[in-house]
């Protein structure tokens, strides 16, 4: 059974600051995806990944898949309270999307 | 382009009662997906419909869950009876196609079980 970690589960950094959250997954797969959700409310994509090395930036965050170590990282540069949220990555499964446990980040002033 | 709608957003009930929760996808988008949300955890899916059809539901515990899509457009959850571990955020998604196609979430149904 495919397993899916995210660390840490709760992240809390200053306004200004860099920070790397990781995914790691048990068996192959080529797609990860990243999710945000806001309290209350529902998950929005962030990023899809397909392939190998594919790396995608949004503004001040940036996540990458490298599929032999099976581990994708989601890269947030300078700090602002609006990325406040819990972040999901989800791992393609035999064609459903396997979560992860989430990394809940709080963005202090 | 409007998203996916759930209703009702809220449901509380108590034990062993009935509930049944709506879904309606994006328009055009062939495959939809039940998750079922525990606080502080990720979403678990449930069954994954394309078109009419359940091409995985190993995860719905069939012995009180039912789901239907009834001409491939909107789907209905049904649990029966509940009980107090059932409580949680049940979430749609629809995508165009299966993946690789990023899903699109709805806004979920928290259900509370007394």
């Known amino acids: 059974e495919l397993k899916v970690e995210q660390n840490p589960l709760f992240l809390s950094m200053q306004e200004g600051k860099n920070y790397t959250i990781y995914c790691n997954y048990s068996?192959?797969?080529?797609?990860l995806y990243w999710y945000r959700q806001d309290p209350g409310k529902s998950l929005e994509s962030l990023f899809v990944l397909l392939s190998n090395g594919a790396v995608k930036q949004e503004g001040r965050l940036m996540a990458s898949l490298d599929t032999k170590a099976r581990l994708s990282t989601l890269h947030i540069t300078a700090a602002v309270h609006d990325l406040s949220a819990t972040y999901f990555c989800?791992?393609?499964?035999?064609?459903?999307?396997?979560f992860g446990a989430g990394t809940r980040l709080t963005v202090k002033p | 382009e409007a998203g996916v709608v759930q209703s009702p957003r809220y449901k509380i009930i108590e034990k062993k009662q009935p509930v049944a929760f709506w879904c309606n996808p994006i328009s055009g988008h062939n495959t939809l997906y039940w998750y079922r949300q525990n606080l502080g955890q990720g979403p678990e899916l449930l069954i994954r419909y394309e078109n009419e059809e359940a091409v995985d539901d190993s995860q719905l515990p069939k012995d009180r869950f039912s789901a239907e899509r009834l001409k491939g457009v909107d789907s209905t959850l049904k649990i029966q009876p509940a009980e107090l571990g059932d409580s949680a955020v049940y979430l749609c998604a629809s995508s165009l196609v299966g993946l690789p196609e990023t899903q699109y979430f709805g806004p979920g149904t928290r259900l509370l079980v007394l």
């Open positions: 989800a791992v393609d499964d035999g064609g459903d999307m396997r």
């Open positions: 068996t192959t797969s080529d797609r």
